[in-house]
């Protein structure tokens, strides 16, 4: 059966502290896969908060998650807390890509890696929209 494979980038330009709750833990006693998926979320928005936007507002238009790949590398566990790197690249007419790592702060083992497909829309007018090029020049000096 094929694997996904994630290549990761050589540099992430924003990373977050996000710690791991007791209702991030399933049955097995670590972290659930959608939890993780919530986590990933998290730090997605402050991402987008520390360079000024929210997933509302970028640049007028705001975004959808178009797809998502995720590898699971290791166990996480309650009361660790994670640090997500991320870095945008992949761009295209109406979006990119948000690759992502999860390591453990502690002892840096990695958790996850992954990747959301982001589309750029126009909420007003229902459709896509252009990825802003203030937003691209935002991500590449960061």
């Known amino acids: 059966m094929a694997r996904i ?3 990761l980038p050589e540099k992430f330009v924003f990373s977050t502290e996000i710690p791991i709750y007791i209702n991030h ?3 097995g006693n670590h972290l659930d896969n959608a939890a993780l998926l919530m986590l990933v979320s998290e730090g997605r928005v402050r ?3 520390s360079l000024g936007y929210s997933e509302m507002d970028v640049e007028g ?3 959808i998650v178009a797809d998502c790949a995720v590898q699971y590398r290791a166990e996480a566990f309650y009361g660790e807390t994670l640090v997500a790197e991320f870095a945008a690249d992949d761009f295209n ?3 990119c ?3 992502w790592r999860l390591s453990d702060k502690a002892s840096g083992r990695e958790v996850a890696r992954g990747k959301h497909g982001m589309m750029f829309f126009d909420y007003t007018a ?3 929209a252009g990825v802003p090029q203030a937003f691209i020049d935002k991500v ?3």
Request: proline share 4%; no cysteine.
């Open 93 to 95: 007419k109406y979006g």
């Open 61 to 63: 238009v705001g975004v």
């Open 97 to 99: 890509d948000f690759v």
């Open 140 to 142: 590449q000096a960061a």
């Open 47 to 49: 991402f987008f908060k």
């Open 126 to 128: 229902r459709k896509p």
């Open 5 to 7: 494979k994630i290549e």
């Open 25 to 27: 833990i399933n049955y």
